[in-house]
């Protein structure tokens, strides 16, 4: 199987079995060779040959196809669930960095497979807590019969939410 003969330099010429005729002034070359073409434009019609080349940069979407590649993992839905507050709690990341595209790219996919929900940033709210209400629990499970002052706090500055918590 040959290639495609589709090129836009190719419609300056009639082809003839092995001749190639240029239609300005019947000259003949010998075969269909696209470079031997070009040359041919380019020293006896340079204007047409600009041309066609600025036509055929336009036309010419360089399009690269990336191959996408299947990876398996295993995780359970807690797991990205505590991932994605341990983002928010521990790494000290914004409610909105849930809320974004790149995030939205890496974890659709996730999501998706696990078939739950996408968490954001307003879904993300109440699993904090349920984790803090835990945090609690387990804690006075460690200190029982003593005062322990636990307190959650949230804070928004410069448009960045944060989220803290303090044992005393």
Same mark, same amino acid.
């Given at each position: 199987?040959?290639?495609?003969?589709?090129d836009?330099?190719?419609g300056a010429f #009639?082809f003839?079995g092995?001749q190639?005729?240029? /239609?300005?002034?019947?000259k003949?070359?010998?075969?269909s060779? &696209?470079?031997?073409?070009?040359?041919h &434009?380019n /020293?006896?019609h340079?204007?047409?040959?600009? /041309?066609?080349?600025? #036509?055929?940069?336009l036309?010419?979407?360089?399009?690269?196809?990336?191959?996408?590649r299947?990876?398996?993992i295993e995780?359970?839905? #807690?797991?990205?669930?505590d991932?994605?507050?341990? &983002?928010?709690?521990?790494?000290?990341r914004?409610?909105?960095?849930?809320?974004?595209?790149?995030?939205?790219?890496?974890?659709?996919p996730?999501?998706?497979?696990?078939?739950?929900?996408?968490?954001?940033?307003? %879904?993300?709210?109440?699993?904090?807590?349920?984790?803090y209400? %835990?945090?609690?629990?387990?804690?006075t499970?460690i200190?029982?019969?003593?005062?322990?002052?636990?307190?959650?706090?949230v804070?928004?500055?410069?448009?960045?939410?944060?989220?803290?918590?303090?044992?005393?």
């Open positions: 199987m040959g290639r495609k003969k589709n836009i330099i190719r #009639e003839d092995t190639s005729k240029c /239609k300005n002034y019947n003949s070359l010998a075969g060779y &696209l470079t031997n073409l070009q040359r &434009l /020293k006896e340079s204007a047409l040959f600009h /041309k066609l080349m600025e #036509e055929s940069e036309g010419d979407d360089p399009v690269t196809y990336t191959k996408k299947k990876i398996v995780v359970s839905e #807690e797991e990205v669930t991932a994605c507050i341990d &983002l928010i709690t521990v790494e000290g914004p409610l909105t960095f849930l809320d974004s595209s790149a995030f939205r790219t890496f974890s659709e996730i999501f998706n497979g696990l078939k739950m929900t996408m968490i954001n940033s307003h %879904s993300v709210l109440p699993l904090i807590e349920q984790k209400e %835990s945090m609690i629990k387990k804690i499970g200190f029982p019969n003593r005062i322990l002052s636990l307190k959650i706090d804070a928004t500055r410069h448009d960045r939410q944060l989220f803290c918590v303090n044992t005393q």
